[in-house]
């Protein structure tokens, strides 16, 4: 296929990053196309470990990478990701999209003040400035990267005077020297990256137009989604397939097929409904094992069951056909296993996510149960991965089956760890004959 979309099904922190990497051997191209900095995707090369908040994963490759439009940009996150990987002897092939909205120290302000406000019923933002950035794109007062590139600031001036204006008004501060000195070095950041800057949505359109092959790359997850995910407790963004064209000003239909990024199990960081939560010591246990704490805010997650009725409604709403199913040796040695088969409420099955939040909070999860699976003895996970499908427990592959038959996909992919060879592809053409 000459275009993939990478894109995580739950609530975040599936191992995009890793696939990613993974599969962006075989692109020309990697574009990030929402979010900001709140996203984190960790990839792990050797005894290496890097963790991209802005930056697509494919830059460890030497790919061309692309930050689009749809992305909110914080140029003092990005310019330490450059610097890092060019520590590291990576070289940088980047294009920044020049209508990407820059996230400034006022918004990070904003973020952080709004949080306190709410008191207990705070959302749990990364209090990043993502929230207010987006908010002020869709006011219309936000900066672009273009603002800060030409020879007059004259928008950004403005732009600073109705900022300034309004945290006094909501918040009561006086004195904000030190926020407007953090700005003042935003604007030179910015300007640093001009080197990087062009109109992407053009870039993109004649690449495609050449049959380059690109992947694009999603942050967080469907279920975090601003009109599709858990609302309110979601992110500022379209992390479903929508956010694709509009984040790149590439046409729907040349976008390309959709690879769903799945946990063999489920997580959820900040507050928000969470139906198979596990509420005993098996979630401690997962915890550990998956390592299970923020990339950005370094919070614990919380960690529950597989939740099949969540995995479809996202399946069908991105037109999924692949999965790539992430982090199974986590689930190794625990037993019998629990999948969300069906939400009840009040007596009354439920068989799809209820928009409500209060009532989504609600339902009560109906699971089934299958057996678990122990590594055959004296064995690794690196020994099974090299000897292909058959060699794998049978009692995990009868949990693929059971994903699959569910939500009408096929795996294609499955990661039992965060290195590239701790990973098997389970039909080595499906990339090519897609």
Not at 128 to 140: E, F, L, Q, V
Request: net charge negative; proline share 4%.
């Amino acid at each position: 296929m000459s275009s993939l979309v990478v894109l995580g099904l739950q609530w975040g922190d599936e191992g995009k990053g890793k696939v990613v990497d993974y599969l962006s051997k075989d692109f020309d191209i990697v574009v990030r196309f929402q979010g900001g900095n709140n996203a984190g995707h960790t990839v792990k090369i050797g005894d290496d470990t890097h963790k991209f908040r802005l930056l697509p994963s494919g830059a460890i490759r030497g790919k061309r990478v692309v930050i689009g439009n749809g992305v909110v940009l914080d140029p003092q996150t990005l310019t330490d990701e450059i610097v890092e990987l060019r520590k590291a002897d990576i070289k940088i092939d980047l294009l920044i999209s020049n209508r990407a909205h820059v996230i400034t120290p006022y918004h990070i302000k904003i973020d952080e003040l709004q949080e306190l406000e709410k008191g207990d019923t705070k959302i749990g933002t990364t209090r990043r400035g993502i929230g207010p950035t987006y908010s002020n794109k869709i006011d219309r007062i936000g900066l672009r990267v273009a603002d800060f590139l030409g020879d007059s600031l004259e928008t950004v001036d403005q732009f600073q005077e109705i900022i300034l204006a309004k945290i006094q008004r909501l918040f009561e501060i006086g004195n904000m020297d030190a926020i407007n000195d953090d700005f003042e070095r935003y604007i030179s950041l910015v300007r640093s990256l001009k080197p990087f800057v062009g109109d992407t949505g053009e870039y993109l359109r004649d690449s495609v137009q050449r049959g380059d092959r690109i992947l694009y790359e999603g942050a967080q997850g469907t279920l975090l989604d601003i009109d599709h995910g858990s609302y309110p407790f979601v992110t500022s963004s379209n992390c479903s397939i929508g956010g694709v064209s509009t984040g790149t000003g590439v046409p729907p239909s040349q976008i390309g097929e959709v690879l769903g990024v799945v946990k063999a199990y489920t997580t959820r960081v900040g507050a928000g409904p969470f139906p198979t939560e596990i509420e005993d010591s098996i979630e401690s246990t997962i915890r550990t094992r998956g390592k299970e704490f923020g990339t950005v805010t370094g919070r614990p997650r919380r960690c529950g069951w597989l939740d099949l009725v969540a995995l479809r409604y996202a399946v069908v709403l991105n037109d999924a056909k692949f999965l790539a199913l992430t982090k199974l040796d986590v689930l190794s040695g625990i037993g019998p296993l629990k999948v969300c088969t069906r939400y009840e409420s009040d007596g009354i099955e439920i068989s799809s996510i209820p928009a409500n939040a209060i009532e989504y909070d609600r339902v009560h999860p109906v699971y089934e149960e299958l057996d678990g699976w122990d590594l055959p003895k004296g064995d690794s996970w690196n020994g099974i991965l090299k000897t292909g499908l058959e060699s794998l427990p049978e009692n995990l592959i009868e949990y693929l089956r059971k994903i699959e038959s569910f939500t009408r996909t096929e795996v294609k992919l499955i990661s039992v760890g965060p290195r590239r060879e701790e990973t098997m592809v389970l039909d080595e053409k499906w990339l090519d004959s897609s």
